[in-house]
């Protein structure tokens, strides 16, 4: 056997062992060609010496939805802001190993970062609609993508306030200003504005710890609806949103990945004792 | 501590807060009242009819005919303080000689004083001054004017180990005898006849230049020269100070020349005004020579270096108060740092920049020392646009310097003095209250 061979080999053996936890014989399969849409090979990521998460590998199939849950502090976030390179704000912070989205190296040196974060969106822990009328913030994305004929961008605010389930809301109220709406639509406007500029995979940062419980099913019901047409993943505190929104999820703990299992497996059968302890709430 | 002194302690503060409040309302009350009330003396008053007399042959104003009977009236009572002068005239040629010579010296003084109250005497050569080819314009002035006339000013300096008393003595007692005696109650009784007080509103004082060094006339070119001067600095030091402080707060590495750059711009801030003239004479135009000497755009480029260290700190805040969820959003979209700055970024900021910028404006409008040696002069007419690059300007913040202290008249046009210090002032208050009624309107169409 070549080495060639043998690595395909591992690879292949490794995809089995991702579909196994994304299409458990139990779950409803998606349509589509399971491909794997972001892969990290033993990814660290450093704030200036403290390695804060620490050689993760995982591979994360597309139009899936993925949960990241663990106590406070443990890299779930950082690991989320590295997907579209957010943390390259804080200036101390660095990586090592690889980090593939659609076979391509995040952190490469030709990476072209305005184009990854067009195609990887986020949205944050807090509503962060931009001091501009409803129309503006979705239109945002669009115009600083080149679309600037308002008819078609017309069209494009339509759609995304229309997937992210807050048109009927807010249609009649286009030009008032975003930070007139309510913390829950706040959040949703969000997701639209995200959505406007077409992305493949959608990040979401605690997207419901600013919200009440009525806002937050709303976000899940939200979520629901995009499963299948995009790349979610998702990082909350909360691990019934987990339970109830994900397909998969991923268990860390002081920057290590210690399980990624199916959700039903997690959350019943966990295999490492430390995922029992934390979903039980043994241990804070 | 207990209850009872934590409650005196909070009451005294309370005390101590309210009183401060109270001494500074009074000491800004015993600045602003004489500015108004004597700055609106400058326009509106009780003129006379030499100020009519003014208006229309220096600015061609007013209505000829109407005027024209005026002085026919005014006349037909000074022609007979004329007669009585030229009636002592001759009584004096008839005099002893001693008598004549003590006679003589005090008539003149009569004769020049009935001069500053109404005018050039008839046979007297027209004088080469405006200020003196007219009588007293103001009712208030002739008043005094008057009283000069009616009473001599003594010093009563009998006592050495006290300050010297001034006091009058009547003239009227003085020429007991003669037919002049009958002139100062005459001038007394008729003096509204012979210069016809009239309520005046003349809003000329702002829009007119001023005649014979702001004897008559308007302060326009001061006021003009104050915008031009205000708005050039402006025109420079914004765009400079906004990219400048986008330049800090985004794409600066923080390090050792960073923070230096900071200080060194803090330190600016604070270098006497005087300081940024000289330096304004040294570099613009001698080194730069960006005019032959004193010149608008000197002066401009001056203060311009001046405020530039106030937007800077003022725009460098207010990017820095603009949340960082903003940036993230934008970020997040795919949007590239310099879209994100332009978009999101100074959008948000621009309350606190401009608030900065219209503060800024004021100073500059208000700032006499850089313009000494770049840009003022303290007579001249308004400039055109186009002489902003060669010629000098009068400016409100150096006229009111120099009418206070430079003028030979000075004591006579205290009213003018006044008007310039309210214009100027309202001119402050007038851009500070925009910058707050701005910075309301954008930050209530960014609050929604």
């Given at each position: 056997m070549t080495v060639d061979a043998k690595e395909t080999s591992e690879s292949a053996q490794l995809q089995k062992a991702t579909r196994d936890i994304y299409l458990?014989?139990?779950?409803?399969?998606?349509?589509?060609?399971?491909?794997?849409?972001?892969?990290?090979?033993?990814?660290?990521?450093?704030?200036g010496d403290f390695e804060a998460v620490k050689r993760v590998s995982v591979d994360i199939i597309s139009k899936y939805v993925t949960a990241i849950?663990?106590?406070?502090?443990?890299?779930?976030s950082t690991f989320l802001r590295a997907i579209n390179r957010m943390n390259d704000l804080i200036p101390s912070c660095h990586t090592t190993g690889a980090l593939l989205f659609d076979?391509?190296?995040?952190?490469?040196?030709?990476?072209?970062?305005?184009?990854?974060?067009?195609?990887?969106?986020?949205?944050?822990?807090?509503?962060?609609?931009f001091p501009k009328s409803i129309f503006d913030n979705i239109a945002y994305g669009p115009r600083l993508h080149g679309v600037n004929d308002k008819k078609k961008l017309m069209e494009i605010v339509e759609r995304s306030l229309k997937k992210a389930a807050i048109w009927d809301e807010v249609c009649d109220r286009l030009d008032k200003n975003a930070l007139g709406l309510s913390g829950g639509q706040q959040q949703r406007l969000c997701v639209a504005r995200t959505l406007a500029v077409e992305?493949?995979?959608?990040?979401?940062?605690?997207?419901?710890?600013?919200?009440?419980?009525?806002?937050?099913?709303?976000?899940?019901?939200?979520?629901?609806?995009?499963?299948?047409?995009?790349?979610?993943?998702?990082v909350t505190h909360?691990?019934?949103?987990?339970?109830?929104?994900?397909?998969?999820?991923?268990?860390?703990?002081?920057?290590?990945?210690?399980?990624?299992?199916?959700?039903?497996?997690?959350?019943?059968?966990?295999?490492d004792p430390m995922t029992e302890d934390y979903i039980t709430g043994r241990f804070s | 501590m207990n209850i009872g002194t934590r409650k005196i302690l909070d009451r005294s503060f309370t005390a101590v807060g309210i009183g401060s409040i109270i001494v500074m309302a009074l000491a800004l009350m015993f600045v602003v009242v004489p500015i108004v009330t004597n700055g609106i003396g400058a326009v509106f008053f009780t003129g006379t009819v030499e100020h009519r007399k003014m208006l229309f042959n220096e600015f061609k104003r007013g209505d000829s005919q109407g005027l024209s009977s005026e002085v026919a009236s005014s006349d037909r009572y000074r022609s007979k303080v004329y007669d009585m002068l030229t009636g002592f005239e001759a009584e004096l040629e008839t005099m002893a000689p001693e008598k004549k010579k003590e006679y003589k010296e005090k008539y003149a003084q009569v004769r020049s004083a009935v001069q500053a109250l109404l005018g050039p005497l008839p046979g007297d050569s027209t004088p080469m001054l405006t200020r003196f080819k007219y009588g007293q314009t103001r009712w208030e002035k002739a008043e005094e004017k008057l009283h000069d006339l009616l009473y001599e000013s003594k010093w009563d300096n009998s006592n050495p180990n006290v300050m010297s008393k001034e006091y009058f003595v009547s003239r009227a007692i003085g020429f007991e005898g003669t037919s002049l005696v009958k002139l100062f109650p005459y001038v007394k009784d008729n003096l509204e006849k012979m210069l016809l007080p009239d309520f005046t509103v003349y809003w000329g004082f702002i829009t007119d230049s001023s005649v014979d060094s702001h004897f008559f006339g308007g302060i326009w070119p001061e006021i003009q020269g104050t915008f031009f001067l205000a708005i050039g600095a402006m025109l420079f030091a914004f765009p400079l100070g906004v990219v400048a402080a986008v330049y800090f707060t985004e794409y600066a590495k923080p390090g050792f020349l960073n923070s230096m750059l900071r200080s060194a711009n803090s330190t600016l801030a604070g270098v006497p005004s005087i300081v940024f003239g000289m330096f304004g004479l040294a570099f613009f135009i001698n080194t730069m020579k960006v005019s032959e000497s004193k010149s608008v755009i000197a002066g401009a480029l001056t203060l311009a270096i001046m405020i530039l260290p106030t937007i800077i700190r003022a725009a460098e805040e207010a990017i820095l108060a603009v949340p960082k969820t903003y940036r993230e959003a934008?970020?997040?979209?795919?949007?590239?740092?310099?879209?994100?700055?332009a978009t999101v970024i100074l959008p948000a900021a621009l309350p606190g920049i401009l608030t900065g910028a219209v503060i800024s404006l004021g100073r500059a409008a208000g700032e006499t020392a850089p313009i000494i040696f770049t840009a003022a002069v303290s007579v001249g007419s308004a400039i055109g646009l186009a002489d902003v690059f060669s010629s000098p300007t009068p400016a409100l913040s150096w006229n009111i310097y120099n009418l206070a202290s430079e003028h030979e008249a000075a004591s006579q046009i205290r009213h003018v003095q006044y008007g310039m210090v309210l214009a100027l002032v309202s001119i402050v208050l007038l851009l500070n209250l925009s910058a707050i009624v701005l910075r309301a309107r954008i930050s209530k169409k960014l609050k929604g």
């Open positions: 458990p014989p139990e779950r409803k399969k998606i349509s589509g060609d399971d491909t794997i849409h972001i892969s990290a090979k033993e990814f660290s990521i450093y704030y849950i663990g106590p406070s502090g443990c890299g779930k076979g391509e190296d995040v952190y490469g040196k030709f990476t072209d970062e305005v184009l990854l974060r067009k195609k990887v969106g986020m949205v944050f822990q807090k509503p962060n609609p992305p493949e995979v959608l990040l979401l940062d605690e997207p419901t710890s600013a919200l009440d419980p009525k806002a937050t099913a709303k976000i899940e019901d939200l979520i629901q609806e995009l499963r299948g047409s995009y790349t979610i993943m998702i909360n691990m019934q949103q987990a339970s109830r929104v994900s397909d998969s999820t991923m268990f860390f703990y002081e920057g290590v990945l210690v399980e990624h299992a199916s959700t039903a497996q997690l959350f019943t059968n966990p295999k | 934008s970020l997040s979209l795919g949007s590239t740092k310099w879209n994100t700055i």
